[in-house]
């Protein structure tokens, strides 16, 4: 067996030696800006009501509630949306929507 | 070296066996079938270790070459005529993703009506994807240049996918010696595949995703440059095939007498076996004729056209396509680089598969050499080899 | 099989910052997938909500390595991704995640291809229905009676029954999943994922702009989806048919929540719900799911 062997599964990832520009991303946050400006409501949790459950977590489409080491939860307010459904499938309602108000002092 | 008597399409496939491809996935067509038929052979009698997608559609087999290819694997397809058509979205696609693939393409025109033989509008409507796209003149190229495409579309400076095309049935079906080294020996000189990015759960790669225009324009720019780079390797893959193996072509283009040529007939495929012959006639005549016979018509051969064809009297192309309503695409290409630097003269030939013998060669030829010597420039953009029985027509008809 | 949330490791599943509208199904979905492949998945997404969902390069905006393809052929390139991947003996698992048009019309040939070559895939069909990311339009999974941009008064066709008809192409495995219910859905992804061949998940996903209702509500009208029987949930395991929990609950149509209460929650079926022949065409459109449920549930279809 010859040792450039081409096809023996071998494939090599090889940088381009010409100019390069190519439809290539990586996961990463951000990649439609900081969404928590979109929101027109807020998600506050009350934590005396939050029997962690972790519903809100699991429902939540832009994993922007997040999971605390105790597992009880906290807000991602750079990236939350303000959609709401935390606030929906919370049992003991400990989540309340709040508007978002911009103004002196907010 | 073993001659061996084989069709275009069997030569192909050889090619593909020796390049070891992984991943095969196609869907048949007239006059391609016979390809996918020896590679299925081929890998169900364990001569070639490689899964076959037998695929719905032309469209689906592109997508699923493309997809081994991205996800790693050396992946091979072909196609003609309609099926080409059919897949020409994801040409653009694979194109663009810059993952080298290798597809025949067995040169077929297009309906309707129905018509399975040669005719290179099908190529010829894919020159814009960003595809290198070579034509063969005989099996033992289309044979050649098989291998060679995986050699260039994987090289680091080159990065686009390649089309290996051969005439329909007269290449396809048509049974030739052909020279097929050895595994060892395609072993040594094939290097193992290297490609941009892989789409793996460790690479994390994501491909496609939407991209400002400043960035999008510079993929495009990324492409061209690319099909820059790809000129320099063709022609150091001809070099080096040329020494592993003992066949050399001459690059983008084959210079069959025209050197000292006056008079040049540019055109592509396997009637330039025809148009050589009639070039070796004209010259008994006293007409200094030659053949360019473009092997490459992306990327376009500019610096042959500019450097070799700008001092000769005049370059007659012959064209197996028409982009209606225009000119022949070879020609198309030949006047933008010549830019009216010679007597420049275009002809429409063999559509549908229509023969076209040394002697129309050689006719028009010596019309052309008539004309030139009465007028001293000449430029004819647009001219008609009709079929015999309807030749009157092209006097009679402004087409 | 029950799991705890809490044996799911704390981490990100999704990613923050994405282009979805707020209350976006498709990013629940994708959250799940995650939790149920971790890191052996590679997605293949044709075009649709989920292609724009991933923003601008260089970031995207979902967490996995992705193949972009075009419309008509993401099980073809999945297809070619499984058996490079089987000839690199590299045992991940390709991922198709297509919504409504790139599934059940321009994508169907591609699927139905890998179906009967049972290629080694996982399809998933993430069912908003209709042509969310161009405007709303309507598709062939759109129901009978929903308003959408290119059917101002109601579908006047029947949803296409997608999941009954690649439980009628034989592949190992098919299964009905929602949003609303997602330890059901990575239980199905998990079971999927331990199966070789053409696995068929089909996912419904409330999209609260298409479909007209409030963003927070995705999940209660998913839900209700289930329990009013409009959107059956079951598993169909090499020619095992079996409702799952949440929907074998209402196989008895009496102990379904009403089905207005799941349309008077959405704006798209306003003109159903006003007009009885529309509503009567919806309900027989539902009741025609159930009534091949009913013979598959008889062993009436053929095992493969």
């Not at chain 2, 001293?376 to 087409?399: C, D, F, H, M, T």
Request: aromatic residues 10%; proline residues 6%; glycine residues 8%.
């Amino acid at each position: 067996m010859g040792t450039k062997g081409s096809g023996l599964g071998q494939v090599e990832v090889v940088e381009p030696k010409t100019l390069w520009f190519a439809p290539i991303s990586y996961p990463a946050p951000a990649s439609s800006g900081k969404t928590g400006l979109w929101r027109t409501e807020r998600p506050v949790v009350h934590l005396d009501k939050c029997i962690k459950c972790l519903f809100c977590w699991l429902y939540c489409p832009e994993d922007t509630i997040l999971r605390r080491e105790d597992d009880y939860v906290y807000v991602d307010y750079e990236y939350c949306k303000g959609c709401g459904i935390c606030a929906e499938v919370c049992p003991t309602h400990a989540i309340e929507m709040v508007p978002e108000v911009v103004g002196e002092g907010q | 070296m073993t001659k061996r008597a084989l069709t275009g399409n069997h030569a192909v496939a050889e090619a593909a066996k020796l390049a070891r491809v992984k991943v095969v996935a196609a869907y048949p067509i007239t006059p391609q079938t016979t390809i996918v038929e020896r590679l299925a052979e081929m890998i169900e009698k364990g001569e070639l270790e490689a899964k076959m997608i037998r695929v719905e559609s032309e469209h689906s087999a592109m997508a699923a070459t493309l997809g081994a290819a991205a996800a790693g694997a050396r992946a091979f397809t072909a196609t003609s005529s309609h099926g080409l058509l059919y897949m020409h979205e994801v040409l653009w696609w694979t194109a663009g993703a810059r993952i080298p693939v290798v597809m025949a393409v067995v040169a077929r025109a297009i309906g309707p009506p129905w018509n399975i033989h040669v005719e290179h509008s099908d190529v010829m409507d894919q020159r814009d994807t960003g595809w290198i796209i070579s034509i063969a003149q005989e099996n033992q190229e289309a044979f050649d240049l098989t291998l060679q495409a995986f050699r260039i579309s994987e090289d680091p400076r080159v990065y686009l996918p390649m089309i290996v095309s051969l005439d329909g049935f007269i290449l396809s079906h048509t049974v030739a010696p052909v020279d097929v080294p050895p595994q060892e020996d395609v072993d040594a000189w094939l290097p193992p595949r290297r490609q941009p990015y892989m789409i793996t759960p460790e690479s994390n790669v994501v491909m496609g995703n939407i991209a400002n225009d400043d960035e999008y324009y510079m993929m495009r720019f990324s492409i061209q440059t690319a099909m820059q780079a790809a000129k320099k390797v063709i022609d150091e893959v001809d070099v080096e095939f040329g020494k592993a193996f003992g066949r050399r072509y001459g690059g983008l283009v084959e210079c069959y007498l025209c050197d000292d040529a006056d008079y040049v007939m540019l055109l592509a495929g396997s009637w330039a076996g025809d148009a050589k012959k009639a070039a070796e006639q004209l010259r008994e005549e006293g007409i200094r004729a030659g053949v360019a016979r473009v092997r490459f018509i992306r990327p376009w051969p500019e610096e042959f056209i500019r450097e070799r064809l700008v001092n000769v009297k005049g370059v007659i192309v012959f064209d197996r396509s028409i982009s209606f309503g225009s000119y022949g695409q070879l020609f198309t290409d030949t006047a933008a680089t010549l830019y009216g630097q010679t007597s420049l003269r275009g002809v429409i030939a063999g559509l549908g598969g229509v023969d076209v013998k040394p002697e129309d060669f050689a006719s028009e030829v010596r019309d052309f050499v008539s004309k030139v010597e009465e007028r001293g420039r000449v430029y004819e953009p647009r001219r008609w080899l009709l079929p015999k029985k309807y030749s009157k027509l092209a006097e009679e008809v402004v087409a | 099989m029950p799991f705890r949330l809490t044996d799911l490791p704390r981490k990100r599943y999704g990613m923050p910052g994405n282009a979805a509208c707020p209350g976006c199904p498709e990013t629940m979905g994708l959250r799940y997938v995650k939790m149920a492949l971790g890191d052996k998945a590679v997605l293949v997404i044709p075009a649709g909500c989920s292609s724009v969902i991933q923003g601008i390069a260089p970031r995207s905006g979902i967490n996995f390595p992705i193949l972009n393809i075009v419309f008509a052929s993401a099980a073809s390139a999945a297809s070619g991704m499984a058996a490079a991947f089987e000839t690199m003996g590299k045992d991940y698992q390709v991922v198709v995640w297509a919504g409504d048009g790139g599934t059940a019309d321009i994508g169907f040939q591609a699927l139905s291809g890998a179906a009967e070559r049972n290629d080694n895939i996982i399809y998933i069909c993430v069912d908003n229905e209709a042509y969310m990311n161009t405007g709303i339009q309507r598709s062939g999974l759109t129901p009978f009676g929903a308003w959408t941009t290119t059917t101002w008064t109601g579908k006047t066709e029947k949803k296409k029954p997608l999941p009954f008809i690649m439980i009628a192409h034989g592949v190992p495995y098919v299964a009905t999943a929602t949003v609303g219910y997602p330890q059901d859905f990575i239980d199905k992804l998990r079971k999927a994922a331990s199966i070789k061949g053409l696995k068929y998940i089909h996912l419904h996903a409330p999209c609260p702009v298409g479909w007209r209702f409030d963003p927070g509500l995705t999940v209660k009208v998913a839900q209700l989806a289930v329990q009013t029987g409009a959107f059956p949930l079951f598993e169909y395991e090499n020619g095992k048919f079996r409702l799952s929990p949440y929907s074998g609950m209402v196989r008895d149509p009496k102990r379904r929540a009403p089905l207005t209460e799941y349309l008077k929650l959405q704006g798209r079926f306003q003109t159903v719900l006003k007009d009885p022949e529309k509503l009567k065409g919806l309900q027989r459109e539902i009741d025609e799911m159930w009534e091949w449920i009913a013979l598959l549930e008889k062993g009436l279809a053929p095992r493969p």
